[in-house]
């Protein structure tokens, strides 16, 4: 005896035979069975116990056997024993316990009340059938189930108990057993008891034989298994919710997720409330909302088809007050749950009285309301609805509820960062951009900025830059990156470009110092070389005299040209590196291009998909472009259409489309100067001339003026060969004077007494703009006139 069994332990004969074959211990069971005392057989070979010749069995490979044995008794005659022996692990000696009971007793008979307790007692619930599928005898458990007393339905069958359409499917299931012999496992959920709670049900259907081993009747057993169903349901809704809810960055799509995920499995109707946030950017207060409190509804789902239970569609805004489940979850902070059971439906939907109408019309008797916390914000609530489910919220539901409603908390309020984060960098992006495009005598053009869709904005740009001499530079960029870093590298970008452009640098060299500037701006990163800042860059010059442009490129995709009667086929420049990358050279392409001519630039945006590979995309930019259209404003909306049909890019794009003009020699006049300070009178009186013959008398006196400062300088201070050259349109007149010398002038300020300095001083005021621009036969100093009045 022990604590542990305070009962005989001698009526099993137990021994153990350690690793050696040694008897290591005897109980006085096994005394009792073999007549030995301890003394005699502890400590010697198990082997001597056995009877005769008898062969010891083969247990060393098994970790459990039986078998019968034939033993020695000590008074010399033979008992056979059935043993049971079990391998014990190393750790427990390595050993085998042999054991035998001794006191088995007679067979149970048919009035032992051990038997009887086996099916009335049983906490399982048992039901026996007959051979004609009528109930024989049901235990209390089963009983319980049912709801009846089992002596009062013996004789009814299966159906006539249960009296619902799942009945006859178990009777299916016991009919099959029946006739078969064999059993197997049923799960059925079926409403149970009064309430008509959905139960989950484990039936074990097996057959009741007798000796002879034919089939008298059919035995069912049930487990009632519904919390374990119920745990498995939550389970698949939450999981369900982390895969379905956030699959995008938008508010209002993971509001409608959040919907979408509980009906019908949690309510039959969901609506979600946002507060709005407030203006100018700022954030929405910590800690539960004071009410009343503005609410827009963003998403609602119903198990109904159109939504019947919507008072008004998604983006409306109401006040709610306290006493309404939106307002008192709010203020609370935490979920209330309102039911008619319990009598305050109608009380907190009595703030509006269309609600308790609508409610009563539909039959709602249930209606829970939990807040959308996320990061200790209120972000807003989540109305759970119930008319079809006939139980109202408990518990659990809300339990559940507050679960899937945190995490789409979460979701909304990543989503509502990242809406804010791409507005405050797309708004950068659009104000760094240039809102419209300068009119020139160069170029005709035509842009669109489309940011990318599921990303943050990046840093694409373009630009037209009007330079001296009608020429008109032409830019498209893309820095590499997002949000609102990429836009302020952007904008830095653009403007060193605008500033190198100022100083009339070839594109080669342009691209260049454009490459000294972002590596500057990687170090001022704090990047540990070049790199950390990258970018790419297209910068091209088209001079309407020559009808030449000049290209670059710094790792960015060659434009695409559409010749006045041709087809549109991509331009082949020389591949320049990416900027950022430092002291790598870059190259320039002249190309002659009729007038109506029209490139095409782009970023990569345009053409890369994850449907199409990129020669695919400029497939489709080539036919896009070779269409008939308009406008080059058309062309744009065109090559949108067909590289992006659903309007949305993975990527930000930036496409700039230029048709070429060319200034007929009418417009120009040039003279070649000698370098002789007598001959700058004959010089002006010429240029009066010709701006009589065009016509521009009303610029004569200032033209004269400048002409006359610009050459005497040029005579005085540059090296022959002087040219002279006047360019005009319809608004401005340009005058040009070129030397050899690489001298560039530059304002001063005159003292009183001196007798010179105030001549570019006097170009400046009465001039639009004037500058320098240098070349490798020299310089030339330029300015501009306006044509049009009032300027």
């Not at 539909?362 to 939990?370: D, F, I, R």
């Not at 449907?611 to 497939?619: F, K, Q």
Request: overall charge negative; some cysteine.
């Amino acid at each position: 005896m022990s604590p542990v069994y305070p009962f005989d332990d001698a009526a099993t004969a137990r021994a153990v035979v350690d690793e050696r074959g040694l008897l290591a211990e005897w109980n006085e069971g096994a005394r009792r069975l073999l007549g030995w005392t301890p003394q005699e057989v502890v400590g010697g070979p198990a082997a001597r116990l056995l009877a005769g010749d008898a062969p010891a069995p083969a247990l060393p490979g098994e970790r459990r056997w039986s078998g019968t044995l034939h033993l020695r008794h000590r008074d010399g005659h033979t008992v056979p024993v059935w043993v049971l022996a079990h391998h014990r692990r190393p750790a427990d000696g390595g050993d085998w316990l042999l054991v035998t009971p001794l006191e088995g007793g007679p067979p149970p008979q048919p009035d032992d009340p051990l038997l009887r307790a086996q099916l009335t007692q049983s906490p399982c619930a048992v039901a026996v059938y007959d051979d004609r599928l009528r109930l024989h005898a049901a235990n209390d458990a089963m009983a319980e189930v049912i709801g009846v007393p089992g002596e009062h339905l013996r004789g009814l069958r299966h159906p006539e108990i249960g009296g619902r359409s799942h009945s006859e499917d178990i009777e299916a299931h016991m009919l099959r057993v029946l006739a078969t012999g064999r059993g197997h496992d049923v799960r059925t959920y079926v409403p149970v008891g009064g309430d008509d709670r959905l139960s989950a049900w484990l039936a074990r259907v097996s057959p009741v034989k007798d000796a002879d081993g034919r089939v008298l009747g059919v035995c069912v057993a049930v487990h009632d298994f519904t919390e374990q169903y119920r745990s498995r349901e939550r389970l698949q809704l939450v999981n369900e919710a982390s895969a379905r809810i956030g699959t995008t960055l938008d508010v209002t799509r993971t509001a409608q997720e959040l919907a979408d995920v509980c009906v019908p499995s949690l309510a039959d109707f969901v609506s979600v409330y946002l507060v709005d946030p407030p203006e100018h950017g700022g954030e929405l207060p910590s800690g539960p909302l004071k009410v009343p409190v503005s609410l827009r509804r963003v998403a609602h789902r119903s198990a109904d088809q159109g939504d019947p239970e919507a008072m008004f569609p998604p983006g409306r805004s109401e006040v709610y007050p306290a006493v309404s489940p939106q307002g008192a979850a709010l203020l609370a902070g935490q979920p209330i749950v309102v039911s008619e059971k319990s009598g305050d439906l109608e009380k907190w939907l009595a703030w509006d009285p269309e609600r308790v109408l609508l409610a009563r019309r539909l039959g709602v008797h249930s209606t829970m309301s939990v807040p959308i916390l996320a990061r200790g914000v209120t972000l807003g609530v989540a109305v759970f609805t119930r008319f079809r489910h006939p139980h109202p919220f408990m518990p659990d539901d809300v339990l559940l509820a507050e679960d899937v409603t945190a995490r789409a908390a979460v979701c909304v309020d990543n989503a509502r960062r990242y809406s804010r984060e791409r507005e405050t960098a797309l708004a950068l992006q659009r104000s760094l951009l240039p809102r419209s495009l300068p009119r020139t005598a160069g170029v005709q053009a035509a842009s669109r900025y489309l940011p990318a869709a599921r990303a943050d904005v990046g840093g694409d740009w373009f630009d037209v830059i009007p330079l001296s001499g009608m020429r008109v530079a032409l830019v498209v960029g893309d820095v590499i990156g997002h949000g609102v870093r990429a836009s302020a590298a952007m904008g830095r970008l653009r403007t060193a470009v605008r500033t190198l452009a100022d100083i009339d640098l070839a594109p080669d060299e342009l691209l260049t110092h454009l490459d000294d500037v972002v590596v500057r701006m990687s170090a001022e990163d704090g990047g540990d070389g070049p790199g950390e800042v990258g970018a790419t860059c297209l910068y091209a010059v088209y001079d309407p005299i020559s009808r030449r442009c000049t290209l670059a490129r710094a790792g960015h995709p060659s434009p695409v040209l559409v010749p006045p009667d041709g087809p549109p086929h991509r331009i082949e420049l020389p591949a320049g590196p990416p900027l950022g990358l430092g002291g790598l050279p870059f190259e320039s392409a002249v190309l002659e291009l009729r007038e109506g001519s029209v490139l095409s630039f782009y970023t990569d945006g345009l053409l890369e998909s994850r449907e199409r590979d990129v020669e695919a995309g400029h497939r489709l930019l080539c036919a896009a472009l070779a269409g008939e259209a308009d406008s080059l404003e058309e062309t744009c909306d065109r090559v949108l259409h067909a590289l992006l049909p659903g309007g949305s890019a993975g990527d930000d794009v930036a496409l700039l489309l230029a048709r070429t003009r060319g200034l007929p020699a009418s417009q120009v006049a040039t003279w070649d100067i000698p370098g002789d300070p007598a001959l700058v009178a004959p010089i002006r009186k010429q240029v009066v001339e010709q701006l009589d013959d065009w016509g521009l008398s009303v610029a004569a006196f200032t033209a004269e003026l400048v002409v006359s400062e610009l050459v005497t300088n040029a005579i005085r201070y540059g090296a022959a060969p002087i040219r002279l050259r006047l360019i005009h349109d319809e608004t401005q007149l340009i005058c040009e004077v070129s030397d050899t010398s690489n001298t560039a002038p530059h304002l001063r300020r005159a003292k009183t007494w001196d007798e010179g300095g105030r001549g570019l001083l006097l170009v400046a005021q009465l001039t639009q703009r004037w500058g320098s621009r240098h070349s490798l036969e020299g310089k030339t100093i330029w300015a501009e006139l306006s044509l049009l009045d009032g300027e």
